[in-house]
């Protein structure tokens, strides 16, 4: 999709300022700036206007007026995605709806909460369990992430394993299609099935088909007793045994995470006291009842000794538990601190081959001689590899080591994202795991919702000029 004209874009504008107010306006460069870019390599681009909406009738009038002028329109929420999905690459009308922050509604007896999409995770997280409830979803940017992206990305976190993703958690939603048409989908009910879920197709698509105005979230009851276990192995393989052993003896922890020696390096460099023999580690928790968390944390001690285990330990106390957790999370920022550029990609594969990713990795590390380092959620197999370099002589050596990463992933069962989404840093690669036709099909919807290819262009699928927006 061309940018818009000088003119087009001056007229843009005024339609804007006059339907919404210019206080909702943001038209300056430094402004605009703020919409231009996400937490990936991706290059930032900078729209031609922003809108800040603050009730859903704004993103409502934003939608009507990029029809009405033709204009590319891109939806934000918090930014902090990691594959591109909210980079306005098109120009146009970059839509945040980061001030459309309210808890609306917490029900016990239902057990579902009402949000709108800027809501952080956080807040949410801390809103529920201040009233003995439990939304499970917990992306690592939970500190700033917001739950429309969370909803467009179809956002994980380390308690997927258990508890699953955010689809399993949205239960209904207040949409607003290109035109501005508002419309409800999904239900308030535990259980429904009329007609098509158009809720779970929307979860998860990126931003492309309709923007959320509004949520109705499933609730679970607060775990009595959360315990965080440390394992430490003398290399990452013996790690991909020990949770072969775990799933085995049918132990499922609410999180399973698994951290290489690089990545170990990195948490140590946080002021994490971890033994430094260790060569790689698992973040493990248990929750539910004390007497079913005594005896998962047996299995799991037993699971991670016969693997060859140097060490597992207990956390003491909530301060330990949340300093090791702290270190986690930020490990994203951490690792980026490493090198100059840093590509993150967050395969997933079936558990029992775990162990071939990393012998893989391995292999690719050696044959590109890019520094790589590797953790994620090894409960459900979604692990993030990373590609580390400084110089951008290196980026052919990068984009051979992500193509071998991608085609080996496929071939062994698996899929090219987990939970960043396919945005433009893999779009080039959605053809070495979906079919053409099921690619044309996908296409298909995407026109039935948006005939003129408006909302959130440049996203998901292979563009002809190909190339990988992560370099």
Same mark, same amino acid.
């Given at each position: 999709?061309? =940018? ?148 467009? *990305? ?42 098509? #879920? ?45 949770v072969a052993a775990m799933l085995e003896s049918r132990v499922v922890p609410r999180c399973l995470e698994l951290l290489d020696r690089a990545t170990l390096d990195a948490v140590r460099n946080q002021g994490v006291g971890v033994d430094p023999g260790a060569g790689a580690m698992l973040i ?36 330990? =538990? ?29 558990? =029992? ?7 893989? &990795? ?56 987990? *939970? ?17 036709? &099921?690619? #044309? ?31």
């Amino acid at each position: 999709m061309p =940018r818009l004209s000088p003119s087009h874009v001056d007229r843009l504008r005024s339609r804007l300022e006059h339907e919404l107010g210019p206080s909702k306006v943001i038209t300056s460069e430094a402004g605009l700036a703020a919409f231009a870019g996400d937490e990936s390599e991706n290059e930032p681009v900078l729209p031609d206007v922003a809108v800040e909406a603050e009730t859903p009738e704004d993103v409502r009038i934003a939608l009507a007026v990029a029809l009405q002028e033709r204009a590319p329109i891109t939806p934000r929420a918090g930014g902090s995605g990691k594959s591109g999905g909210c980079i306005p690459v098109a120009g146009g009308i970059a839509l945040g709806t980061g001030k459309l922050s309210k808890i609306v509604d917490i029900d016990h007896a239902e057990l579902i909460a009402v949000v709108e999409p800027g809501v952080v995770l956080g807040d949410l997280h801390r809103a529920v369990e201040a009233e003995g409830l439990f939304f499970p979803p917990d992306a690592n940017s939970l500190a700033w992430c917001a739950l429309g992206g969370n909803i467009a *990305e179809n956002a994980g976190g380390p308690r997927a394993f258990k508890y699953g993703v955010t689809r399993d958690y949205v239960l209904g939603l207040d949409i607003a299609l290109v035109g501005g048409e508002p419309m409800s989908v999904g239900r308030n009910t535990r259980k429904g099935v009329t007609g098509y #879920d158009l809720t779970g197709l929307l979860v998860g698509s990126e931003g492309t088909l309709a923007v959320t105005t509004r949520a109705t979230l499933r609730l679970v009851p607060k775990p009595e007793v959360v315990v965080t276990l440390l394992a430490l192995f003398a290399d990452v393989h013996a790690c991909g045994r020990a949770v072969a052993a775990m799933l085995e003896s049918r132990v499922v922890p609410r999180c399973l995470e698994l951290l290489d020696r690089a990545t170990l390096d990195a948490v140590r460099n946080q002021g994490v006291g971890v033994d430094p023999g260790a060569g790689a580690m698992l973040i493990l928790e248990v929750d539910g009842a004390e007497a079913t968390t005594l005896v998962e944390q047996e299995r799991i001690g037993n699971a991670c000794m016969s693997a060859g285990a140097l060490d597992v330990l207990v956390a003491q106390d909530l301060a330990q =538990r949340d300093r090791l957790w702290s270190a986690r999370r930020a490990l994203s920022h951490t690792t980026r601190a490493m090198a100059k550029h840093k590509v993150s990609e967050d395969v997933v594969v079936p558990r =029992r081959h775990i162990g071939t990713l990393l012998a893989e &990795v391995d292999r690719i590390r050696e044959a590109t001689g890019i520094k790589m380092l590797t953790y994620g959620h090894a409960g459900d197999g979604n692990l993030h590899v990373n590609y580390l370099y400084d110089d951008v002589s290196q980026i052919p050596d990068v984009e051979r080591g992500l193509e071998q990463l991608f085609r080996r992933v496929v071939e062994l069962g698996g899929t090219l994202t987990g *939970e960043h989404g396919i945005g433009l840093s893999k779009a080039r690669f959605l053809p070495l795991e979906q079919s053409e036709s &099921v690619i #044309d099909l996908q296409q298909g919807l995407k026109r039935v919702f948006d005939p003129n290819g408006l909302l959130n262009p440049g996203k998901i699928f292979p563009r002809p000029e190909g190339g990988h927006r992560s370099c």
